[in-house]
């Protein structure tokens, strides 16, 4: 549909009631901003907590408390009719007998329907029930979008986008109904995918994720001082920076969108309307600014695995990444010697004693005369950019700057398509490894 533009709302532009009508303003300023994806209102200012971390604090402790202060922040977006049924509403979920995944994603999804609901009252837009939407997986809490949501989509909401060429069309992002009919959220930020799979499924002519940032940042201004902004993007080099450390859109969600070859269009909901940021199939690179950003994110461990003759067995890569797989382990990165493979992922994963499990099950698997040695509290540093490929030079380069800084090189990776270069480094040594390459190569 070239007359559409799926738009999403980060819960950072949520806050207050005039952040509601800037909303409405900028959603009605094209005419092809029909469909509009909310997620649950954020933080206010850095000492706040947001909605969803209100009701994950409800499903932990059941406390009237935090009902009482879920519908005072519903109640600062504006007028609702609905105000009084939001108390009811969450004393029911709070009262539900679920399944402790279940019961806790049942309540999470209440952030964006109640966000929908006010858009709807306040702003005027139509409330579309992601009930008629998406069909999700049981995986409560990463739950995944199953194939048949796209005909629910196109026939539920599609027909009413052609029917009824004025009307704005707001859904409620991050959750989506189970078979049974239960609410199943995905990962955090998932409004996003909520958003890009929308878009993909209606043939949108262009995907605008607003946030509270005026576009990318080619660093974390967390760790860099006025990094500066990326004008454009490609698909592949937003995948590879939104997996370590970019917040600014959710890895998951750029899949359904660039299959799509749908452009994702990153914007400021405070800086409209400036540029932002531009993500598409291609785009015109710079021989001489190889690197488009550089990611780091913390808490990734790796396991290397040592024995004479490892590379003499057919499929041994394959055997010792399904340990992990078996223990519903998420693998990031891995590489291979002659003799040893190495294997980056997130230690968040690792509790109630499945580190010794996937130990034992490693040396369970390759033997005697080996060796399995862990290494925690490493970080994940990301050099991105098209231009790297063929780029001679490029790699050593890098390394050696890092050695320079007296940056811990543990794991390196780099794919065929060269891309992107992967770090696992000490995580003592993250930020001074991201500056020293910021100045050498971006500033």
């Excluded at 194939?147 to 989509?153: A, F, V």
């Excluded at 490892?310 to 399904?322: E, F, H, M, P, S």
Aim: with cysteine.
């Amino acid at each position: 549909m070239e007359d559409l533009i799926v738009c999403k709302y980060g819960g950072s532009s949520i806050t207050t009631n005039e952040d509601l009508k800037r909303i409405g303003n900028i959603s009605r300023d094209d005419l092809r901003r029909r469909v509009i994806v909310v997620s649950a209102p954020g933080k206010r200012n850095k000492s706040d907590t947001k909605v969803t971390d209100m009701l994950i604090k409800l499903g932990q402790t059941k406390s009237d408390h935090y009902i009482d202060q879920i519908v005072t922040r519903y109640r600062e977006l504006g007028y609702s009719e609905h105000l009084k049924g939001f108390r009811t509403e969450l004393f029911s979920r709070v009262k539900e007998s679920l399944e402790e995944r279940a019961y806790m994603d049942n309540l999470k999804a209440f952030g964006e329907e109640g966000s929908a609901i006010m858009f709807e009252d306040s702003v005027g837009f139509e409330f579309v029930d992601p009930r008629e939407l998406f069909l999700v997986t049981n995986d409560f809490g990463n739950a995944k979008i199953l194939s048949e949501s796209k005909e629910m989509i196109r026939e539920n909401l599609g027909r009413k986008h052609e029917s009824d060429k004025n009307k704005i069309f707001v859904v409620p992002g991050f959750y989506g109904f189970t078979a049974d009919g239960k609410r199943a959220t995905f990962s955090r930020g998932g409004s996003d995918l909520t958003g890009a799979y929308l878009a993909a499924s209606l043939g949108a002519s262009v995907y605008e994720n607003f946030t509270d940032k005026e576009g990318v940042f080619s660093a974390s201004p967390d760790l860099i001082e006025n990094p500066h902004k990326i004008d454009e993007l490609t698909f592949n080099e937003m995948r590879d920076l939104s997996y370590s450390g970019f917040g600014i859109f959710h890895q998951e969600a750029v899949e359904p969108v660039q299959i799509a070859r749908i452009p994702v269009h990153i914007r400021g909901t405070f800086d409209y309307p400036k540029r932002g940021t531009y993500v598409a199939v291609d785009r015109i690179c710079n021989p001489d600014k190889p690197i488009v950003g550089i990611a780091y994110r913390n808490n990734f461990c790796s396991f290397n695995v040592t024995r004479p003759g490892l590379d003499d067995r057919i499929g041994i890569v394959a055997d010792v990444l399904g340990v992990f797989k078996q223990k519903k382990i998420s693998i990031e990165h891995v590489t291979t010697g002659i003799d040893d493979i190495s294997i980056l992922m997130d230690q968040t994963q690792f509790k109630n004693g499945l580190l010794s499990s996937v130990i034992s099950g490693i040396y369970d698997l390759i033997g005697d005369n080996s060796e399995v040695r862990f290494s925690d509290n490493l970080g994940c540093l990301v050099i991105a950019g098209k231009g790297l490929r063929g780029k001679r030079g490029i790699s050593a380069n890098i390394q050696k700057e890092l050695d320079d800084d007296g940056v811990n090189i543990r794991v390196i990776s780099q794919g065929e398509q060269e891309r992107c270069i992967v770090y696992g480094i000490a995580s003592e040594d993250g930020e001074r490894a991201v500056k020293g390459l910021y100045e050498r190569y971006l500033r």
